[in-house]
């Protein structure tokens, strides 16, 4: 695969605080244009050190990262980030809080027109169409995730970097949100790096898995997905890759637990 295929692509990062342990060493990663990439592991492996690093909202200690075929050196406009917390503005509507950023110094500029346009098309991708009005302290948790979605979708980015977004979610509005993930992003043509905890989602979502782990983190494994849409009716392939994930996050926990010096 030639370098314009390539939404992003990281060698041999690492990343320490200050008089510290590496959080992570030697991670070397790519995502592909239009490729849902999930980053599994258990806390504090240093997934979400990770993606800021990516992001470029950290600097790596080491390490280069290439977005769009050029040098990433922090937060580029063609990209966006959602989070765990909605970080709704209270005093803004759904409308308000879906354009909020786009008239930035850093992002492309936009006649009203074309502002009003990405807006309404981002809210009506995540199902708000005709809540336009509505403001954060009348949406349900899952509304606000919308809301944060559509905020990043207005940007129109090459890349969405989200950090556990639906974790704080029922399992009901959990499944929806990662349903909704998927469509949107085959409909809006984006790559999305998504770090999970959760191993089925993660399954259900990805186009591909790299699970991290270790002490300095790094990728141990990956997995390409080749399931069809939508998963659930794919049973048997599910459980299947699902125990191969288990196996594999087990014989991780044995290696951290490993005395040391002991063979491995």
Request: with cysteine; glycine share 8%; aromatic share 6%.
């Amino acid at each position: 695969m030639n370098g314009s295929d390539w939404a992003l692509q990281a060698q041999d990062l690492s990343f320490a605080y200050p008089g510290t342990a590496p959080v992570f060493e030697q991670v070397s990663l790519g995502i592909r244009q239009r490729e849902i990439v999930c980053l599994l592991g258990g806390s504090g492996c240093g997934k979400s050190s990770l993606l800021r690093v990516l992001a470029g909202l950290q600097a790596p200690s080491t390490g280069s990262i290439d977005f769009l075929g050029a040098p990433m050196r922090e937060p580029d406009p063609r990209s966006a980030l959602v989070f765990q917390q909605a970080s709704l503005l209270p005093w803004l509507n759904v409308t308000g809080n879906t354009g909020f950023g786009l008239d930035f110094k850093h992002q492309p500029k936009l006649t009203r027109e074309a502002h009003q346009a990405r807006v309404a098309q981002a809210i009506e991708a995540v199902g708000l169409k005709g809540r336009e009005k509505l403001y954060p302290s009348a949406l349900s948790g899952g509304m606000a995730q919308r809301v944060a979605l559509a905020r990043a979708l207005a940007r129109e980015p090459e890349l969405l970097f989200a950090d556990e977004p639906f974790s704080a979610l029922d399992a009901i509005t959990r499944s929806e949100m990662q349903s909704l993930l998927v469509e949107v992003v085959h409909r809006w043509h984006t790559a999305v790096l998504l770090v999970t905890h959760d191993i089925d989602e993660a399954i259900l979502v990805a186009d591909r898995i790299l699970l991290m782990g270790g002490k300095p983190g790094n990728i141990v494994r990956q997995w390409q997905v080749d399931i069809a849409q939508p998963r659930i009716g794919h049973s048997d392939d599910v459980i299947a890759l699902k125990m191969d994930i288990l196996d594999a996050l087990q014989a991780l926990q044995q290696q951290d637990h490993a005395p040391a010096g002991a063979a491995l």
